[in-house]
């Protein structure tokens, strides 16, 4: 059963489209400011690893509890470099990479998650209003389409769950016009889009001002515990501290009990030159909401400040051996099959060329969300497997990473979300040959009206199971 995005596109079309493009992230072609390299031996109160959004987060909050302390960031290359600054900018409430998963995992405590999960979306959008932050963000709300029959179902049920309202085929090709959606879901309060690099670079200039000490190019190679004291040996100085936490996001972990319980697995995503008024008029979308199909291998997009369409997601690619390598984001295959589908879905964008491409590794977990932990008796604090969904999340994870280091009971570490871990992933071949077999099985089921195999429901009863 072949799929809507299985049509044929013009191969001479695809080439055009690509032709001039960039390899590199739309949001971090801009000039950014430079923080030193950390320079001698240096003693702080908390040292947080890592210049993405959990560690910039965590530095921030940190400096705004106690003020009096002295807290030190160092990141490994520069700000937002990562995955803070080549994602698609969706600031999505949801703590669990949506309600279903979320609800499979933690029945008792989902409609906490999900009140915690709007507080921290509205706390986030006061706190960029307070401090004055420019990212361009805007609350749109959620836009997700229907682009196959089975998937109206889905979205019914969804909204019966108070995920918000149907959009019946009319009504969604009104906000956004492509002959591939035949019907949506809009949620119109629990999404916000942002330019990610701006909101990186943004909370690092908010860090300075609150008196954190922000190095780059200061990368963590050791952490040695023992006496009042830890000591992070870098590859300048050693830095020693009263506490930790290690926001490395999809990199090696410095705690070696850490290193299975990840994955990486490569995003890749398209940038189009910035649409004229009458380009734009063909599509509609002028209220700007973000916007994800229904399938288990989705298509994320949205609109930037200067009206760019930032189109991302579908292939999801594995390397044996969790292996990171900047040789993997060039990877053709992959952008000329978004750049299909995005002609799929908008062909009355067919005078359209992108502009920028780029990609990089996502930390996946086998719960698709976040996981927290303590180590060092705990003077460390940790968080990893965000799954791609953790522009929003990020700023939860560090206020319960934050909590966890006080010793302080509160909503957030009484979870029993924050207070299990996932099962790690096995070692290699299987890894590889079960992150495999789970792909081609999301496949299958998205050419066969949803229908999952037995290895899917193998997964799901196990509660490993993805449901995008």
């Not at 009096?68 to 700000?79: H, S």
């Not at 009104?174 to 690099?197: H, Q």
């Not at 920028?356 to 460390?380: K, M, Q, S």
């Not at 792909?439 to 997964?459: C, E, K, Q, T, V």
Request: hydrophobic content about 40%; proline content about 4%.
């Amino acid at each position: 059963m072949k799929t809507v995005f299985d049509a044929e596109v013009d191969a001479a079309l695809i080439d055009r489209s690509l032709a001039a493009t960039t390899l590199g992230s739309v949001w971090l072609d801009t000039e950014r400011p430079e923080h030193p390299p950390a320079a001698g031996p240096t003693t702080c109160d908390l040292l947080v690893v890592g210049g993405g959004y959990t560690g910039l987060w965590s530095a921030l909050h940190a400096a705004r509890r106690h003020p009096d302390r002295r807290i030190v960031l160092i990141e490994a290359d520069r700000i937002g470099w990562a995955a803070s600054g080549r994602n698609g900018g969706f600031v999505d409430a949801s703590l669990t990479h949506g309600y279903e998963n979320g609800k499979s995992r933690w029945p008792n405590e989902i409609d906490a998650l999900e009140h915690m999960g709007m507080d921290n979306l509205d706390g986030m959008q006061a706190e960029i209003a307070e401090l004055g932050l420019q990212v361009d963000w805007q609350r749109t709300g959620m836009l997700t389409v229907a682009t196959e029959p089975h998937q109206i179902e889905w979205l019914e049920e969804a909204a019966g769950q108070g995920q918000g309202r149907v959009l019946d085929q009319a009504q969604v090709r009104a906000e956004v016009d492509s002959p591939t959606y035949l019907a949506g879901l809009f949620s119109p309060d629990t999404c916000a889009i942002v330019d990610p690099a701006k909101l990186a670079l943004e909370l690092a200039r908010a860090c300075v001002e609150a008196g954190v000490d922000v190095h780059e190019h200061t990368t963590a190679r050791q952490l040695i515990s023992g006496g009042a004291a830890l000591r992070v040996h870098t590859d300048g100085p050693v830095i020693t501290c009263r506490q930790v936490v290690l926001a490395t996001n999809v990199f090696p972990s410095l705690l070696r009990r850490n290193r299975f319980h990840t994955v990486p697995v490569y995003d890749y995503v398209l940038a189009t030159e910035p649409l004229s008024e009458a380009q734009f008029d063909r599509i509609g979308w002028r209220n700007r909401q973000g916007v994800g199909d229904s399938a288990n291998q989705f298509h994320y997009y949205r609109l930037t400040a200067d009206n760019r369409i930032v189109w991302g997601g579908y292939d999801a690619i594995y390397h044996f051996g969790r292996r990171i390598d900047s040789s993997y984001e060039d990877r053709t295959d992959s952008y000329r099959r978004l750049a299909a589908h995005f002609f799929i879905t908008f062909p009355q964008l067919d005078d359209v060329t992108f502009t920028h491409r780029w990609a990089g590794p996502i930390d996946t977990n086998t719960r698709f969300c976040a996981h927290w932990g303590l180590a060092r008796e705990g003077r460390v604090a940790y968080v990893n497997g965000f799954t791609g969904l953790g522009v929003g999340a990020t700023r939860f994870a560090a206020d319960v990473c934050l909590d966890l280091l006080d010793g302080a009971t509160t909503a957030r570490t009484g979870l029993e979300m924050v207070r299990k871990k996932p099962l790690p992933f096995p070692p290699e071949p299987l890894a590889s040959a079960g992150i495999q077999a789970t792909r081609w099985s999301l496949d299958r089921a998205d050419h066969s009206a949803g229908r999952r195999n037995l290895l899917l429901r193998a997964l799901d009863a196990a509660g490993l199971g993805f449901d995008s």
